[in-house]
Structures are given as C-alpha cells and as structure tokens.
Nanobody, 124 residues
C-alpha cells in the first residue's frame, strides 16, 4: 500500500482558488494512477478528478471540468488539485486516492489507498 497525506484545504470565498496537495510514501508513486474524491455534508463521496501514472491522461467530473486541474510530480511523489472559481457547492472533505490501474478510474472501488482528507469550505 502507499500512504497518502493531503494538505492545502481551508476556507475561501466564492470565486477564489485553492491548491490541494497529496504526498505519497511507502511504494513507487509512479506505479499508481491517482484520483481526488470529495464528500460534502450529507452527501455520498463523489469522484472529482483522476490522472494516469505518467500524468499524460486526466479526466474530470462534469461539475468541476474547466475549473479544477489535476497534476502530479513523480519526482516529488506528489499529486495536486488546483481549484479555481470555487463555489459554495464545492464545500467538502477532499480525499486523494491511489489506484494500481494504469490510467485510473472514476470508481472509488478501483482505488486501494486513501488519505485522511482535507477540508475545503467555500463561503458565499
């Protein structure tokens, strides 16, 4: 398993930006596709974005496409989620996760390691 630790969450006004980071350790980071998921208050956990092992393929949920960007630095064992034009409905606990699949998945069941989450709160 790979260990994951998220950081970068906080409180931001609507329209603002945040960058989340997820530091990985324990296994070869480049052997895992990475994803971000979120769980808002009273909601099910949902897929946000994913990136392939090499970083060459990305995919986004419709709700964030055009506003969020996922990236990774395999030399630094870190995956990022750049969030722009934040909306109150983006308020959630954000998790990063690792998948052994080459390009990853939008299904949480395909991810074998999870971080503890970082809270993002967007005020209106």
């Amino acid at each position: 398993q790979v260990q994951l630790v998220e950081s970068g969450g906080g409180v931001v006004q609507a329209g603002g930006s945040l960058r989340l980071s997820c530091a990985a350790s324990g296994r070869t980071f480049s052997n895992y596709a990475m994803g971000w998921f979120r769980q808002g208050p009273g909601k099910e956990r949902e897929f946000v974005a994913r990136i392939s092992r090499s970083g060459g393929t990305t995919y986004y949920a419709d709700s964030v496409r055009g506003r969020f960007t996922i990236s990774r630095d395999n030399a630094d064992n870190t995956v990022y989620l750049h969030m722009n034009s934040l909306k109150p409905e983006d308020t959630a606990l954000y998790y990063c996760a690792a998948s052994p699949l080459t390009i990853g998945s939008s299904s949480s069941g395909d991810f074998t390691s999870w971080g503890q989450g970082t809270q993002v709160t967007v005020s209106s």
